[in-house]
């Protein structure tokens, strides 16, 4: 008995041990009406690829994804749950498919679990936020609830929230902002990139938030900025970011009176205007004041000279005018100085420079003609920058230059200067960005090796061979230059294929470059965007760029090529793009092309055969250009399949796209093409992104045109002419409303013009001429706003504006002839007009550099690790003032 019972107490003791033990490893126990609470959010959101999946009742609560518990009492602090989405291509949306979606039932969430103070939602897809009281009886119809007793009453006004960031949910709109004020112990507010537009009362209800210290509201379609309120009571405010709005009117008074404690201010790309007020003086505490891309003016006050913990100072793309003050030559911790793109005059010199020894960027470029650098040719900075962008009237380059040691990022702008070997020796020493695009550069390339990973010297008149790269290089832009020799030497380079290599955008466009495209590429694997086009090419396409797995865009355009296209470039699963306009090349249209191309442009070669009907599955085609060669055969009924050419969604139709590149930056690339609508020329890319384009002609293409050719109802040119098409013109075709330019002449088209035509009210280029067309020109419509060189060669057609009138049995389209519908056709035509001497191309390949610093100044003063980087898109400023043009 005895010692049954002590052994009792053994096996006790041992199991209490273990309890203890297991206990003490698991200090943390979750509270059950935390987990309650979980759940319940859990089940009111949709989480479509089961992010929260290690929330499960087996699972300590306090261990589940992003859910932190108080160290001591256990009860659910912190709720962490940002989703990773990135851009796939730049103006495309970011993919969240697998982000939370849904409601957030904020109300719910902040009555449920008590002690939570910290809620980071950011960079989900929530589409809107639900906070009402009596939503709180949603939980009686939860079934989970059942489990756990009911929840303890409590106000919602004791919430202990202390941070809330809901920033990037892009498709979230909130209406109004209400609720905000039932949190009154936020310190940390970012509802960055929301639409707000709908609250014209944001101001009033964020100031109600009596503990708030920073305040991110980014690109929040933001309007009215109270500039005649005179009080935000504002009592706790650090930093305040309201960039990226649409402000436009002078200052806010509250602004001036916002404590003097205020250590970030951020406005940037808005558009204020007025001079700066020296009320701006209560901010001489301020480390951060970003004022870029706005419409201020007046001069740079010299009393900025007196913000001494002021850190990054951005002026840049205002309408600032006079002189640099040398008083900011005492901003002895500026770090970031940019007072780029203003009308400035007067002279720079070292005074400017005298106490900034921690500068490390400096923007002073694009600044007018008039400001003129004035250096002390022995002067030493007291900076190493890492960034330069800066515009001299040359020819000499300012020899502290050649001082800094460090520099990571060179832009020279608007400049025209000589080169030496000195300056090459200098830039090839640069790891980082070299853009000297635009420049007139005196100077030839000749044995220059570049290092640095991005590379722009287009459009500099540069002479002599390519220069070499090493394998440090992913962006290469020397198009538009005078540029001679063989391709060879570039890319067959013995010396850099000994390494991997990182290029992945090669532009030597519009040069004078000769050979072969050489049996190199497997070199070169990590090729995203090749153009050589417009240079002395000969040869082959090589089979060796089927080796580029990643090939996006490929122009070959304008060369001397010759031979059929290989096979081999089926293995460029990635192709989006291939231009291989006005070369000698032959063969067939190859039935192998990817399925996932966007634009295919084959005008003005020698191609053969029939149309494939492989074409049809073309589902993402926007553009098909395959005029001008020897085409034959019927037009594929199928291609009115192709969805793309049926619904135009605009926004998807696009040539950008975006590649990875070394030490984990990304490349923005917005491609172009040169395609002829309208009866002329003209390039698309960033601007006309909305082309969709169908050109068959000038080939030997016989039968009808299929009618189903007429469902592609999102077309926007439509060119068959210069073909032995026959048959009548469909009454479908008026289902084509998106049409701008038709043109179906030369072919031997019989019958009526279908009435239907009339009603394309986009349509700006007709022509219908030399075809065996009949009738009578419908009448009352805009059909007769084109000019009789758009009908001629009809011979049994009549009216206006052909001179030829219609005998009076010829029967008489005449319908509702209103004058109003005869404005509207010139007014659209006047509009489309318009639109195309507008047009400018611009090809921009952006390298996201410093316009991070909105971003950048998150980094810098969050409370938290950003886990990963979040893309913020700024085109820079050449690219707007050519797009704006
Ligand atoms: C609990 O957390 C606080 C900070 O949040 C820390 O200082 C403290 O050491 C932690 N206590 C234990 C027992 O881990
Ligand atoms: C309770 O929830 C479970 C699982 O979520 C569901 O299958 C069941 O139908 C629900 N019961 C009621 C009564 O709603
Ligand atoms: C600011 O606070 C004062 C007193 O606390 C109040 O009278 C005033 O209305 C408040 N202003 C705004 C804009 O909320
Ligand atoms: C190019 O730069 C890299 C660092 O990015 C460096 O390691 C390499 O030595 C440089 N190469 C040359 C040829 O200067
Ligand atoms: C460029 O320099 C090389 C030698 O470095 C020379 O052979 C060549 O003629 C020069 N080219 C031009 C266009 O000046
Ligand atoms: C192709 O692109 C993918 C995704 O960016 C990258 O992981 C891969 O390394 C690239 N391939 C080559 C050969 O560079
Ligand atoms: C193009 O190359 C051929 C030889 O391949 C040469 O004869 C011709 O002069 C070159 N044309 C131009 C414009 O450089
Ligand atoms: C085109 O679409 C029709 C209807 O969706 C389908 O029956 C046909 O097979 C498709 N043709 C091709 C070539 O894909
Ligand atoms: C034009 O059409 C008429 C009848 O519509 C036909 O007789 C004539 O042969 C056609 N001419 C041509 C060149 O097709």
Known sequence: MNTSSSRHAILLACLLWTIIRNTSTLTIRCNPYDKQALLNFKHRLFDPSNILSSWSTQHDCCQWKGVTCHN????????????????????????????????????????????????????????????????????????LSVATPPLPRRSLNSSTLRLLDLSLNENLAINSLQWLSNLSSLEYLDLSNIDLYKETNWLQLVTTLHSLSTLFMQSCELQDISSSLQYANFTALELLDLSENEFNSEWPKWLFNLNCSISGLGFGFNSLKGPLPEAFLNFRQLEYLDLENNNLDGPIPYWLGEFQVLQILNLGINMFSGSVPTNLGNLSSLTELDVSSNNLSGIVSQKNFVKLSKLKSLWICSSSPSLIFDFDSHWIPPFQLEELCISFAGPKIPVWLYTQRSIERLNIWESSFETQGKFWNFVSRLTGELDLHGNSIDGNLTNVLLNATYIDLSSTGLKGSLPRLSPN???????????????????????????KTNLVYLDVSVNHLSGGLTNCWKNWKSLVSVNLGSNNLTGHIPTSMGLLPNLTSLHLHENKLYGEIPPSLQNCHSLLIFNVRENILSGNIPNWIPHGLKALQLRSNSFSGNIPVEMCQMSSLIILDIAHNTISGYIPNCLGNITTLVFNNASRNTLSFSANIIGNRMLLIDDNLELVTKGQESEYGSILHFVTLLDMSSNNLSGTVPPQLFSLTGLISLNLSHNKLTGKIPNEIGNMKKLESLDFSRNQLWGEIPESLSSLSFLSYLNLSYNNLTGKIPLGTQLQGFSEFSYIGNHDLCGTPLTKLCSQGAKSKDTKGGSESEFLSWFFIGIESGFVSGFLGVCCAIFLNKKWRHTYFKFLYDLRDRIYVMVVIKINSFCQTGQVA
């Open 473 to 499: 290089v992913a962006v290469y832009d020397l198009s538009n230059n005078s540029l001679s020799g063989d391709i060879s030497s570039l890319l067959c380079d013995q010396k850099t294929l000994n390494e």
């Open 72 to 143: 001591i009492t256990s009860r659910v602090t912190q709720l962490t749950l940002p989703c990773s989405a990135t851009y796939p291509s730049y103006r495309d949306k970011k993919d969240k498919s697998h982000c939370l979606t849904g409601s957030i039932y904020l109300s719910l969430l902040l009555l449920e679990l008590q002690f939570i103070n910290y809620l980071d939602l950011r960079n989900n897809d929530f589409l809107d936020i639900q906070f009402d009281y009596s939503q709180h009886s949603l939980d009686s119809h939860n079934n």
